[in-house]
């Protein structure tokens, strides 16, 4: 474990949370924007993982997911992706396409695109919010998107940072249009040479 | 099939029960390293997630390419197996993250691929079959009881690698 980890102690956690809440406030404000739906966002669950429990973010390790990364540049580089399970990832693309509710089977090209996209926008409305806050540059590269097992995805997401045993803010995030939830998986994994300096930008010593 | 023994992220399993299945769940830039002696009827399988092992780390020699490859050798020998009767085969590598025009970045999984191919070389360890790189994740599992290993991938279902056992390997086999 490194030093960085160590020193996340529980008002550390609780700042962090609080980092967590507003930017993924902002993701789902924009996301509203955009779609022209009244979008209300909850946050049930945060938590910080250790890479190697990352499997226990999704129940099953070879359940169908998709996956926005993008990499995070700047004064705090890190790694931020959006995890939907299958059938929502299907339900977001139904609402973005303008489609009957439980019309998109199929996560091909198009819905990739769209999705990428919308991960995209979560993403960097999150990760302004925090920099904003914080008084940090964090801009971040283009996106990625896989749909693939769950397990393979995180465990690729986990293996993008050198340093693995080092933890990951994993902010649950369930996003409630009129019909049905659709629930996400924010991963936020700071570099361990970001996590002091996040830390510090929000007013705590590392 | 017999009793799933799973081999998380940078662990290492050996077993010498028939009964035992080993196996790492979605394996993404991972890579599964799968031994058997069919003679000794040991198995092992490790689960690479990087490259090179960081100095003085601490971390699990299974993180590792580069340790975890000898390291799974050692736990066979102790296990009774036999370096130069274990014939090896490999699943992973992938790269799952699909960027538009962009595929340099996140290439950890051929990374890995090459550095679990070395340590390889390093053991001269008898690699007969792999299924790397490429961009879907991977379930891989090995069979105590008759050294059989097989692939699961998303959309394409189950499918034998290989199985580790007998003579008749004179190459490398690949995936098609």
Known sequence: MSVATKALDELHVDALREVANIGTGHAVTSLSTLTGQPFTMSVPSFGVVSLDQ??????????????????????????????????????????????????????????????????????????NAIADMADLRLPSAPPGIAVDMAGAILASLAAVSPALGDHALTIMTRLVDREQPIEGVFLFIPEPASLPTLLRAIGLDA | MGRAIMVGMAELKVTSDPDDVLVALGLG??????????????????????????????DEPGKYADTAVPALFAAMRKAGASPARTLVAIAGGAQLFQFGGNVARLDIGKRNAAAVQQALRVQSARLIAEDVGGTVGRTVSLRCADGAVVVKTLGQGERELATLAGRRFSQLARAA
């Not at chain 1, 705090?76 to 693309?93: E, I, M, Y």
């Open chain 2, 29 to 58: 830039s991972c890579i599964g390293v799968c031994a058997f002696d069919a003679e000794a009827g040991v198995a092992g399988m490790v689960h690479v997630v990087l490259p090179e092992s960081v100095e003085g780390s601490g």
């Open chain 1, 54 to 127: 990352f499997a226990d973010v999704v129940g099953s390790l070879e359940e169908v997911a998709a996956a926005v990364y993008m990499p995070v540049e700047g004064d705090a580089c890190g790694h931020v992706a959006f995890l939907f399970p299958f059938d929502c990832a299907c339900r977001l693309c139904d609402l973005m396409l303008c489609r009957e509710l439980g019309e998109t089977k199929a996560l091909d090209e198009m819905e990739c695109s769209v999705l990428t996209e919308t991960g995209n926008i979560l993403i960097s409305a999150f990760l």
